[in-house]
């Protein structure tokens, strides 16, 4: 494998760990809205920041894991 090629895929561990963790720590900020009690919180707000909190931890998972694969394919491609 090219030193180039190395270099692109650390890069991609690099960002999809940035935005697993960027899209971890907004999913807790929604879930926080829906976990506090305010006066503000109606059952229609509701909905939609779980939803919301769901589908923020879904695609975390996404980066993740994608983070996990190109890692493995670069340690497979060192030795």
Do not use: C, W
């Amino acid at each position: 494998m090219k030193n180039t090629s190395k270099k692109t895929i650390q890069h991609k561990v690099v960002d999809f760990k940035r935005f697993g963790f960027t899209l971890l720590a907004l999913s807790v900020f929604m879930y926080l809205g829906v976990i506090i009690p305010t006066v503000t919180v109606t059952p229609g707000k509701m909905l939609p920041l779980m939803i919301g909190t769901v589908v923020l931890l879904g695609l975390s998972l996404y980066f993740f894991t994608k983070a996990i694969k190109y890692k493995k394919d670069l340690q497979s491609a060192d030795e």
